[in-house]
């Protein structure tokens, strides 16, 4: 049975804000001819550091205004869950995607994205990688968050996605409450591993991991559209 062809759009170390103009600009491509195509896979390295709010908050006015002292963007965006850091050194990868034409429902597109997550993690040599239950939603390694994941999806069309730290600078967490997580860590493969592991060096594997849990075919797109 031939498999559902993803576009691949990488776009290297770009402002959040660039991430999240193409995102709208493939949503509004699937919601005018839903069920036609599977859609794409995007993935960025933020340029700067970003704060975003999910659907649930997370930030008051006050600590978006702290957050902006420090030189941080700070974001109220429409994915699931609250408060959580973007920024450079960090994997971020937003699918969006209409499930009909890969055969998932959105709980089942959650799990798959905890798949590559945990298998980029294994490929990298840390086999201890485990996805949890809600209100844990990611990957984790013993109590240190590696992985954040936060999605939306409307009429079977998915966007946002995950944020996997590859040598990010992990204090930038410290001025919040990671996913209003109290009481636990964040880490990141450079940190678990004693090397600094790039954006760029976790790629192929990460889409080595997609592909699979998938199911599908990527075709790389030479500029976004």
């Known amino acids: 049975m031939r498999q559902p062809a993803v576009r691949l759009l990488r776009l290297s170390q770009v ?7 193409l995102q709208e600009r493939w949503l509004w491509r699937l919601q005018a001819e ?7 896979l995007l993935l960025c390295e933020p340029a700067g550091p970003v704060y975003t709010a999910g659907l649930r908050g997370g930030l008051t006015s006050e600590e978006a205004t702290r957050l902006r002292a420090l030189g941080a963007e700070v ?9 959580t850091f973007h920024g450079p050194g960090q994997l971020l990868c937003h699918p969006v995607l209409d499930l009909r034409p890969l055969g998932l429902r959105l ?3 959650v799990a798959a994205l905890e798949a590559c997550a945990v298998r980029l993690c294994e ?3 840390l086999p201890g990688a485990r996805a949890r239950p809600p209100p844990y939603t990611g990957v984790w390694l013993g109590e240190r968050k590696i992985c954040a994941i936060g999605v ?3 009429r079977h069309i998915t966007s946002h996605g995950l944020a996997l730290n590859c040598s990010t600078d992990l204090a930038w967490f410290e001025h919040i409450v990671p996913c209003g997580l109290v009481g636990t860590g964040v880490t990141s493969l450079s940190k678990e591993l004693q090397r600094h592991v790039t954006v760029d060096e976790v790629i192929p594997r990460f889409l080595e991991a997609f592909k699979e849990t998938y199911k599908c075919t990527l075709i790389s797109e030479d500029s976004p559209n």
């Open 15 to 21: 402002p959040y804000a660039e991430l999240l103009a």
């Open 34 to 40: 839903p069920g036609t195509e599977a859609g794409a």
């Open 75 to 83: 974001r109220a965006i429409g994915r699931g869950g609250l408060a």
């Open 107 to 109: 709980r089942a597109h």
């Open 123 to 125: 490929l990298q040599g």
């Open 152 to 154: 939306r999806c409307g």
